[in-house]
Structure formats: C-alpha cells, structure tokens
C-alpha cells in the first residue's frame, strides 16, 4: 500500500485549502484513515480521524474549521481546512490503518508530508 497526499500550499489567514490523499495497491481494506501534522519545532500532532464507518474525531484546535471524509471506493481520504490561521502552518501527512485481507494482519502506512503555509 502507498499513499499520495496533495493539495498543501500557501494560502492567506481565512481562507481555505483541501488535501487529499490517495491510497494505492491492492488486496486489503482500509480501516481508519488519518491527518497528522507537524509545525517547525514541535511534535506531531493528530488532527483528524475518519473510520471506516463514517465516525469522525478532530484536534481541539481544528473543530469547527477542518473536515475530513473519506471516499471508500477510491481509497481515498481528505481534509477540508478553512479559515486557516497561521498556526496552522504545518506538514500535513496522511496515515491509513488497515488489513491485509489473505492474511488477516493489520498494516499501517503513512503518506508523505504536504506542506501548507499560512500568512498573517
């Protein structure tokens, strides 16, 4: 499995970016997909978490501002930002739970970073 994030970018405070995230390959199901993001000198930190069945859950700091969905039949996840401020500044990587449907074993797997900037 491999994943594809696109969408980062440089955007001014208030507005709004979309990253998706393609995952590819094939024999497994994706279980739970997610959106991290680490800001220069700081620690990752998880932003958001769809799983397979629709349920969403998101980082304090986003609620409200950021939506993520999913598209199952692409394999496919995203993350709606808007009124971005400039703490919101990051590399954003996307990060998919899933399993190995011949042998049953669960895989983790992590996108490469997106950059998004924001301007004050």
């Known amino acids: 499995v491999q994943l594809q994030a696109s969408g980062g970018g440089l955007v001014q405070a208030g507005g709004s970016l979309r990253l998706s995230c393609a995952a590819s390959?094939?024999?497994?199901?994706?279980?739970?997909m997610n959106w991290y993001r680490q800001a220069p000198g700081k620690q990752r930190e998880l932003v958001a978490v769809?799983?397979?069945?629709?349920?969403?859950n998101y980082a304090d700091s986003v609620k409200g501002r950021f939506t993520i969905s999913r598209d199952n039949a692409k394999n496919m996840v995203f993350l709606e930002m808007n009124n971005l401020k400039p703490e919101d500044t990051a590399v954003y990587s996307c990060?998919?739970?899933?399993?190995?449907?011949?042998?049953?074993?669960?895989?983790?797997?992590w996108g490469q970073g997106t950059l998004v900037t924001v301007s004050s």
């Open positions: 990060n998919v739970v899933g399993v190995v449907v011949t042998t049953a074993r669960y895989f983790e797997v």
């Open positions: 390959g094939t024999g497994f199901n994706i279980d739970v």
């Open positions: 769809i799983t397979s069945g629709g349920s969403t």
